[in-house]
């Protein structure tokens, strides 16, 4: 572990946050993860050789679980050690005692500035009025972490809009420069399909927060906040179009799918214009399944038809 509580706000990457929201724009699940990553990095800037001694403070910016995905070693929460270190009675025992003190005193107190720095960071870049649910009225922010505050805004902000996931599919067909590599482009569409994964199951799990959210927001209205709520979006509207209700696979298409559509056929599946999926290279076969079968002779295979969302006008 670290042995100095010294830390400077020069060692983080970022030194100022994006801004989260405004008064007249909530905290969108794009803002929050760009949120989550500045300070994941600035966590990391500060050593520690806790929890492995690779990740730094990470674990201030990340649940147990999501710390458990970047190393087997758990992160110990620093306690804080007595105000005495503990007796000895030689010599040599009462110098290590006192040595080990003082180490924990180093390290207890810069896991504690550095959270200080976070939380201090987070807030800046957000108007109170989007945590002030979890403000206390005396203590006011000064007993959570910065990991509280993230927590609440993914819980109550993270779910992906109507507008979001439009822009998202618009991103799908956003067309490829062939002066760039061919991997840009299946880059930007696995992007697109971890967006949609994200919104399928944020729209499943956070429909009653949802909810008390929007009663929450009636009730400001009703005290004043109607301006500002009629710019505020739904938190949970539906999904847009069918796009939600595709297979992902129907999602994973080449570049030359999407500036030219072609039907192709499978035989478990029917007809797409996922020129990869054929009856050939299916990746889940029905029993009897024939790989010689075509849109021209099925074989008897499925008459189903399922096509890749089109390009949003």
């Known amino acids: 572990m670290s042995t100095s509580p010294q830390f400077n706000l020069s060692a983080f990457p970022h030194k100022v946050l994006d801004p989260i929201a405004t008064l007249t724009s909530p905290p969108t699940c794009a803002s929050i993860k760009l949120a989550q990553r500045q300070l994941s990095a600035n966590a990391a800037a500060i050593p520690s050789l806790n929890g492995g001694g690779a ?25 804080a050690p007595p105000a005495d270190p503990v007796p000895g009675t030689i010599q040599p025992q009462i110098a290590e005692n006192n040595r080990i003190h003082q180490r924990d005193i180093a ?47 993914w819980t109550t902000y993270g779910t992906i809009s109507a507008t979001d996931l439009k822009e998202n599919i618009q991103s799908m067909y956003k067309p490829w420069n062939p002066a760039d590599p061919i991997e840009t482009v299946f880059h930007q569409l696995a992007d697109a399909i971890r967006v949609l994964h994200c919104r399928r199951q944020s729209h499943h799990r956070n429909g009653c927060r949802a909810s008390r959210l929007q009663r929450l927001r009636t009730l400001r209205g009703s005290l004043g906040y109607a301006n500002l709520l009629s710019a505020t979006p739904s938190v949970s509207p539906p999904p847009p179009s069918d796009a939600l209700s595709l297979p992902f696979s129907a999602l994973s298409v080449s570049h030359a799918s999407v500036a030219t559509p072609a039907k192709t056929y499978c035989w478990t599946h029917g007809t797409s ?18 790989d010689d079968a075509t849109a021209t002779n099925t074989l008897g295979g499925s008459t189903k038809v399922w096509m890749a969302p089109k390009p949003p006008k």
Not at 121 to 145: C, F, G, K, M, N
Not at 274 to 289: E, I, V
């Open 55 to 79: 990740h730094g403070h990470m674990a201030l910016t990340l649940t147990p679980a999501a710390y458990s995905d970047l190393t087997d070693v758990p992160f110990v929460i620093p306690v």
């Open 107 to 153: 390290v207890h107190s810069l896991y504690v500035a550095v959270n200080n720095a976070l939380r201090q960071q987070l807030l800046d870049a957000i108007p109170r009025v989007y945590v002030r649910e979890i403000e206390h009225e005396i203590y006011a922010y000064s007993h959570i972490t910065c990991l509280d505050l993230l927590t609440h805004l």
């Open 273 to 290: 214009n996922n020129r990869r999926h054929t009856s050939a290279t299916c990746q889940n076969k029905a029993p009897g399944h024939r």
